[in-house]
Structures are given as structure tokens and as C-alpha cells.
């Protein structure tokens, strides 16, 4: 049974930083690119960052220079880095591979 569990959200203020994970089960990890999602309230999900089996990267335009993403295959998880965190970041986050999402975890940022 796939299963993806997101954690690391939290309350942190303007400028912080915060790490979240994704942990993957049940299929083979490594051959999977993952991706990150955000929803805001009252917004569509958008898509923010994501990383080949081969640890390619890419960013949205709104995440990029602050965010970095990274994977452990060993421990089936990939990671999140967000500094620099902005009031408009806050969101609920979403780790995707294929068709699977997680639970998300909130992220809020206060001014």
C-alpha cells in the first residue's frame, strides 16, 4: 500500500526557516521523481518544486532561491528546505509522486 506522510510544518515568523518531510512506503522510492504542492486558502494547488530519481531539480519562480528540495533514498524520504519564509507562503504542503498525495502539513508564517 503506497503511502506518502508529510511532516515539519509548524507556525514560524517572517525569515524563519522550516524543513519538511515526505516519507514515502510502500513502492520503490528511488524510482520516482516527488514533488512539493502548495494550497492556500481559498486557492488551487500549485505546484512548487520537484526532484528526479537522479536529483534533478526545479522551482517555481515564487519558491526559487529560498527553497531547496533534496531526497534520501536510503530513507525513502525527500526533504523540503524552506528559508526565508514569507507571510504569503503560508499554505497547506503536499508531497506527490504519480497519482499518491500525502496528508499535507500546515505552514504558517506571521508578519
Excluded: H
Excluded at 84 to 96: F, G, I, M, Q, R
Amino acid at each position: 500500500q503506497v503511502q506518502l506522510v508529510e511532516s515539519g510544518g509548524g507556525l514560524v515568523q517572517a525569515g524563519g526557516s522550516l524543513r519538511l518531510s515526505c516519507a514515502a512506503s510502500g513502492f520503490t522510492f528511488d524510482d520516482y521523481a516527488v514533488g512539493w504542492f502548495r494550497q492556500a486558502p481559498g486557492k488551487e494547488r500549485d505546484w512548487i518544486s520537484s526532484i528526479t530519481r537522479n536529483s534533478y531539480t526545479a522551482y517555481a519562480d515564487s519558491v526559487k532561491g529560498r527553497f531547496t528540495i533534496s531526497r534520501d533514498n536510503a530513507e525513502n524520504t525527500v526533504y523540503l528546505q524552506m528559508d526565508n519564509l514569507k507571510p504569503e507562503d503560508t499554505a497547506v504542503y503536499y508531497c506527490n509522486i504519480g497519482t499518491y498525495w500525502g496528508q499535507g502539513t500546515q505552514v504558517t508564517v506571521s508578519s
